[in-house]
């Protein structure tokens, strides 16, 4: 049976940035799953959540992973 959730999805995609960050010298390097994340107006369930600082520069990767049996919509992009 096709798993429905994308739980699969996000916990091979948390491993791979895992593993890609272990071969990196990044200081403050964090990567996480499963995460809610309070912005300015909302709180945001992520799926994987990678953070990290090069050159002085803070960076922030999220993955939204779904498993579905057609193209995304694009008003779903949006919103995310």
Known sequence: MRDKTGKPY???TQVLFQY????RE??????ESNITLQRKTARHQIG???KFEFG???????VHAK????P???VHLLEF
């Not at 990044?26 to 990567?31: A, G, L, Q």
Request: net charge negative; aromatic share 10%.
């Open 26 to 31: 990044f200081p403050n390097i964090k990567v």
């Open 56 to 62: 002085g520069v803070p960076h922030e990767t999220i």
């Open 48 to 50: 994987v959540y990678w």
């Open 10 to 12: 996000e916990s091979l």
């Open 20 to 23: 890609i960050l272990g071969h």
């Open 67 to 70: 498993a579905l049996n057609k």
């Open 72 to 74: 995304v919509e694009q």
